[in-house]
């Protein structure tokens, strides 16, 4: 079955030290979405591509996190420096814009910043 | 910009009763889809049903059903028969497919309901 993987599944790290957070797409879909989830806050977006291209990045902290898709098959999420608030799980997801407009989700990274 | 809201933070169903989750939503769009999601504490997030804003029939899946109301942009889930294994937290989230809009694909999310089914 084609699914989205990420990785790492669980981080543990301390403040200030950089973390990359890595995700696969299944391949053909052209549209990959990087989400947060804190109890806080819930599910936000923090980045959006659509074939490749950054469309949205409203919801990232521009001064520490950065998003890039180096090619079709895997989508980056970096911070740097890390921070505690950044503790969370980061879901990946990826979709098409076709007839179902699912969206497919990584199993996402926990992240604990110490 | 689309909202989504969840006005129950929690539920509670018998096992083998029924139990519906609301959600509404805002968005001046006239073609998206909306979702159901499902979160076990495994965290996975798994699609439950899913309704196309141009279809009038409400979309079902087995035991899960929808009550879509476009003109009073409500989307609420219905779980017949519920299980012990349905106790997550359950998410309704609204995409655009409005092509050319900078929303367009955009994936937004209510804050969630946690059901627990109590057996």
């Known amino acids: 079955d084609a699914r989205v993987t990420q990785t790492p599944r669980d981080k543990v790290t301390e403040m200030g030290q950089e973390v990359t957070m890595r995700c696969q797409p299944i391949?053909?879909?052209?549209?990959v979405f990087w989400y947060r989830q804190t109890m806080m806050q819930g599910l936000e977006l923090l980045a959006y591509?659509?074939?490749?291209?950054?469309?949205?990045d409203s919801g990232m902290p521009k001064d520490r996190f950065s998003a890039e898709m180096p090619d079709a098959t895997l989508a980056t999420l970096k911070i740097q420096p890390s921070e505690p608030r950044d503790s969370a799980v980061y879901f990946c997801?990826?979709?098409?814009?076709?007839?179902?407009?699912?969206?497919?989700f990584g199993e996402g990274s926990r992240l604990t910043v110490l | 910009a689309q909202t989504v809201t969840q006005s129950q933070p929690e539920m509670s169903v018998q096992e083998a009763e029924t139990v519906t989750l609301s959600c509404t939503y805002d968005?001046?769009?006239?073609?998206?889809?909306l979702f159901w999601y499902k979160q076990p504490p495994s965290r996975q997030m798994i699609l439950v049903i899913r309704?196309?804003?141009?279809?009038?029939q409400n979309a079902t899946e087995n035991r899960f059903s929808v009550n879509f109301q476009k003109a009073a942009k409500s989307f609420s889930l219905k779980i017949s028969d519920s299980q012990l294994g349905d106790a997550a937290m359950y998410f309704c989230?609204?995409?655009?497919?409005?092509?050319?809009?900078?929303?367009?694909?955009?994936?937004?999310f209510g804050q969630g309901t946690i059901l627990t089914v109590h057996p």
């Open positions: 997801a990826s979709g098409d814009l076709g007839v179902t407009g699912e969206l497919f």
């Open positions: 391949l053909g879909h052209n549209t």
């Open positions: 591509f659509r074939n490749r291209a950054p469309l949205d």
């Open positions: 968005t001046s769009e006239s073609d998206y889809y």
């Open positions: 309704q196309e804003a141009y279809k009038q």
């Open positions: 989230a609204y995409r655009s497919a409005q092509a050319g809009g900078t929303s367009y694909g955009k994936l937004t």
